[in-house]
């Protein structure tokens, strides 16, 4: 007789337990099809390129707060030395004052007028009360003396107190203008890691391609340059191609971008400052079309300077993990301005 008994339902948990994987399932699919896409090997440049004029601008920032803290650490000990060599003056001088209120105090046992008329030598003494004003006026100027001197001390004192709290600020601009570079070359190193290593490859002969490396012909014409100082600067930054580029490094056998240009015009005999913010504004600024060999040329909102080489291409250290070179003003990033110094 065949069985008529109805067919054993799904237990409760059997079912949520499906319909949970169900939708785990339905889920992981959505997140899938919604999930941001691999970046190609052009957006990964892209961004570390910006990463890396982003990392310069700290860059640029920190040897600015790290030159003025070296001028602020200097102006403090000189200071301080003033305030060491002035408490010296003041130590002797009331020394000096000691003296003569002990000299006044083993003469000045009777009234000059008794002493006069008991003394047997009446000219010695008249000597001797001529020295005892001498030493009333003498004491009444070393207390001038250190009273003056005491204000200056105070004043110097407050002077120092205030360029050390400088000081201290600027330490902490530095520390972190520092850690704001590290974080965007880490950064940068992270979408670089991305890439395949045929991907890295790729993008490093791209770039190579780009700029004109230390063994090629580079093709620089025969453009006369704007200042014999310029031209001096550039064959002495010429002799430099090859160099690594290293974050606030000032040479001669590493180099960041400002280090490079500041080296460069201190061979030639010109002191010029070591940031591209300041290095902008210290001789005449002209356009990309008066440009000529050895002049200034800034990009990117001045975070990055080279020296202009001729045929519209610029001898720099472009960014960390390259070599000092030539290279093409169109590949560098947006012109800002030129100056000639």
Not at 25 to 50: F, G, R
Request: some cysteine.
């Amino acid at each position: 007789m065949a069985s008529h008994r109805r067919p054993k339902q799904p237990s409760r948990t059997r079912v949520t337990v499906l319909t949970v994987t169900a939708t785990a399932a339905v889920a992981l699919t959505s997140q899938a099809a919604h999930a941001d896409p691999k970046p190609t090997k052009s957006e990964v440049k892209a961004k570390v390129d910006k990463l890396y004029h982003e990392a310069e601008e700290a860059t640029e920032k920190y040897n600015g707060a790290k030159e003025q803290q070296d001028e602020l650490k200097k102006q403090a000990e000189a200071l301080q030395d003033k305030v060491a060599r002035g408490q010296d003056e003041v130590n002797a001088l009331r020394s000096e004052l000691g003296l003569v209120a002990t000299a006044q105090y083993r003469s000045g046992g009777l009234d000059p007028s008794v002493q006069l008329l008991l003394s047997s030598d009446p000219d010695s003494f008249l000597d001797q009360a001529s020295a005892i004003d001498q030493l009333s006026a003498k004491q009444a100027e070393s207390l001038r003396k250190i009273q003056a001197k005491q204000r200056t001390l105070a004043q110097q004192r407050k002077e120092a107190q205030g360029k050390l709290a400088d000081l201290d600020d600027v330490r902490k601009t530095l520390g972190a203008n520092k850690k704001k570079f590290q974080g965007k070359l880490a950064e940068a190193q992270r979408l670089l890691n991305t890439l395949t290593t045929a991907e890295r490859a790729k993008m490093a002969e791209d770039d190579q391609r780009a700029s004109r490396a230390a063994g090629e012909r580079v093709e620089l014409g025969n453009e006369v340059p704007g200042s014999a100082l310029g031209a001096a600067a550039l064959q002495a930054a010429s002799t430099r191609v090859g160099k690594p580029y290293v974050r606030a490094a000032t040479g001669p056998d590493s180099f960041d971008c400002s280090g490079l240009t500041q080296w460069a015009y201190a061979q030639a005999g010109a002191d010029i400052t070591r940031t591209t913010y300041t290095q902008i504004n210290q001789g005449t600024r002209i356009g990309r079309s008066q440009l000529k060999p050895g002049d200034l040329v800034f990009f990117n909102n001045t975070t990055h300077v080279g020296l202009y080489a001729g045929n519209n291409t610029v001898l720099h250290a472009p960014y960390p993990g390259t070599n000092v070179r030539y290279e093409s003003m169109d590949t560098i990033g947006a012109f800002q301005a030129g100056v000639r110094i």
